[in-house]
C-alpha cells in the first residue's frame, strides 16, 4: 500500500509562485514513478509533470519553461516548482505514483491563481 501526503496549495497573484510537495510512503528501497496532474471545473483531469526513478521528466506543452519537477535521490518525494503562473494555471492538483504497476492519487491540493 502506498500512501500520498501532499501539502504547498494556495493562493497566489498572475505572475507568481507555488511549490507543490509530494511524499509517497510504502518502500524505503525503491523508486517510483511519480507525477502531478491537474484538474480545472468542468475540464478533464490533465497530466502536468511526470519523473521516473531514473530521473527523466516530461512536461505538457502548457506549462513548459514555467514548471519544474524534482525529486530527492532517495525514496519518493516529488517536489513542483510553478512560476510565471497563470490564472488559466488554476486548478485541484493531484500527486500520483506508480509502485508495481499499480496508480495511487493523493486527495488533492487546490491551487488558485488570480489576475
Known amino acids: 500500500q502506498v500512501q500520498l501526503v501532499e501539502s504547498g496549495g494556495g493562493s497566489v497573484q498572475a505572475g507568481g509562485s507555488l511549490r507543490l510537495t509530494c511524499a509517497a510512503t510504502g518502500s524505503i528501497f525503491n523508486r517510483y514513478t511519480m507525477a502531478w496532474y491537474r484538474q480545472a471545473p468542468g475540464k478533464q483531469r490533465e497530466m502536468v509533470a511526470r519523473?521516473?526513478?531514473?530521473?527523466?521528466?516530461s512536461y505538457a506543452e502548457s506549462v513548459k519553461g514555467r514548471y519544474t519537477i524534482s525529486r530527492a535521490s532517495a525514496g519518493n518525494t516529488v517536489y513542483l516548482q510553478m512560476n510565471s503562473l497563470r490564472p488559466d494555471d488554476s486548478a485541484v492538483y493531484y500527486c500520483n505514483a506508480l509502485a508495481s504497476g499499480i496508480p495511487y492519487w493523493g486527495e488533492g491540493t487546490l491551487v488558485t491563481v488570480s489576475s
Open positions: 519523473i521516473t526513478g531514473d530521473f527523466q521528466t
